[in-house]
């Protein structure tokens, strides 16, 4: 991993440095699971008791396992300890608690920290469902601590349905709390949806797809698309965008992949992307300008990428650096949608 982005990662994650201190203090005698698990220096002290990481943003994987780290899609099994961090949604972080707590052995501790900035308190009075709390309160994060007594299976049952896909009457798609835009399709997308042409194509990509919504649009109105590739950082999204697409007769292959840093698939007619500019709870311009950099690598000569940004994102210049030819098709409703064109 590189220093760099380890030190970054301590500035902005302390309630991550907490937990892993005060369980490789506490729990020297049995191993098990970190959910949501971020690598910050101090995950290094907590690694040998380690049994498996659960994290399903694909940047923070591939830090994970450059320290050795087994990452699972799923938690599973009974363990001695599981530590938690929240997410930005409640409702997901909710049901990870569910499944830490059905991973626990009875007399396990279940272990969360979250920073005070990021709502900390409120964690205590649902965990206190679960039995007596236990709290610690250091650099402006509060740490928890339950021991398992009883199952709690009711109240887990319910956690679990908050935190479960939904249908979305609207657009007919499936979704799920903790995903972008996740109750809606959002201005951008609706903006993009309306922009891009319903030329047939070979070879089309939804990049930062999100439950695929883009792709799932272009279909629903007659598109022609003899294959296309889905690709997000989210395992979460990209495991719903399949069940969206499902539906229709075309060739669709899932991607799992960080595009602001892993090479994507090549040779594309048409990319469709909406890119991402936060990275969990911060915000990073960069962000996109990197995804968008490598989508235009993966366009063939003559090439199409259609995006859509906020109007102040600066991605006008990156888009011509990597393709050559660069045109503002709409400004709307605080959006602009942009198409590139990779020259030979």
């Given amino acids: ?16 440095c907490l937990l892993y201190r005060v369980i490789a203090r506490e729990e020297s005698a049995g191993s098990g699971w970190l959910l949501n698990a971020v690598p910050v220096p101090d995950l290094a002290v907590l690694a040998p008791l380690i049994d498996r990481c659960w994290q399903p943003m694909r940047y923070h994987v591939l830090q994970l396992e450059s320290l050795g780290l087994r990452v699972a899609e799923e938690a599973a099994g009974e363990h001695a300890w599981v530590g938690v961090l929240p997410m930005k949604s409640k409702r997901a972080t909710l049901g990870m608690l569910a499944r830490a707590w059905s991973c626990l052995a009875r007399g396990g501790r279940l272990w969360l920290a979250a920073a005070n900035r990021h709502g900390a308190r409120s964690w205590q009075s649902f965990l206190e469902q679960l039995g007596e709390v236990r709290v610690m309160s250091k650099n402006k994060c509060r740490l928890f601590c339950v021991v398992k007594r009883l199952p709690r299976q009711e109240l887990l049952s319910s956690w679990q349905k908050r935190a479960a896909p939904v249908y979305l009457e609207e657009s007919g798609l499936w979704s799920k709390p903790g995903l972008f835009s996740w109750d809606r399709i959002d201005t951008g997308t609706r903006l993009l949806l309306e922009h891009v042409p319903d030329t047939p194509v070979e070879f089309c990509m939804d ?20 294959h296309l590739a889905l690709v997000d950082a989210d395992i979460r999204a990209l495991r719903l965008a399949e069940r969206n697409l499902r539906r229709f007769d075309v060739p669709c292959r899932a991607y799992w992949l960080d595009a602001a840093r892993e ?3 090549g040779s594309m007619d048409l990319i469709v992307c909406n890119p991402p500019f936060h990275e969990d709870q911060h915000r990073d311009s960069g962000l996109g300008r990197a995804v968008l950099s490598r989508a235009c690598a993966s366009l063939r000569i003559g090439g199409q990428l259609w995006a859509v940004a906020n109007r102040q994102l600066p991605y006008e210049r990156t888009l011509y650096e990597a393709a050559g030819e660069v045109h503002v098709v709409a400004q709307e409703k605080g959006f602009k949608v942009l198409m590139a064109r990779k020259g030979g």
Wanted: overall charge negative; glycine content about 12%.
């Fill in 1 to 16: 991993m590189n220093q760099a982005a380890v030190e970054g990662r301590l500035r902005i994650c302390p309630e991550a």
């Fill in 207 to 226: 990049l930062c797809c999100g439950y695929g919504a883009l792709a799932v649009g272009m279909l629903d109105r007659g598109m022609s698309i003899a």
């Fill in 263 to 265: 090479d994507l698939p």
